[in-house]
Nanobody
């Protein structure tokens, strides 16, 4: 069992930055690849970034490439999402999630993920 707790969300003006953190419980964090999803009102949950177990492979949605950076510190059981140059379209609830398998492509379907955090709200004002 893995429990995930996100933090770092908030209200920011367009062009600003936020850093989200996802703290995992247990000693198996390094066994899981991690994804950051977001869900805007009335929209489906979408994968914005993912990172493999060792941190070697990463994935970014086209809409966030060059602005967001995903990373992890296995010694601290924590995954991060650094978000720069935020846009109003980035507004939504951000969730971190853990998955055991990261193949040749990042797992993009939320149903593939085993564990989820409770989410943290990110609001970007124009």
């Amino acid at each position: 069992q893995v429990q995930l707790v996100e933090s770092g969300g908030g209200l920011v003006q367009a062009g600003g930055s936020l850093r989200l953190s996802c703290l995992a419980s247990g000693r198996t964090f390094r066994s899981y690849a991690m994804g950051w999803f977001r869900q805007a009102p009335g929209k489906e949950r979408e994968l914005v970034a993912a990172i493999s177990q060792g941190g070697i492979r990463t994935y970014y949605a086209d809409s966030v490439k060059g602005r967001f950076t995903i990373s992890r510190d296995n010694a601290k059981n924590t995954a991060y999402l650094q978000m720069n140059n935020l846009e109003p379209e980035d507004t939504g609830v951000y969730y971190c999630a853990a998955v055991t398998y990261y193949g040749t492509a990042a797992p993009g379907n939320p149903r593939q993920y085993d564990y989820w955090g409770q989410g943290t709200q990110v609001t970007v004002s124009s």
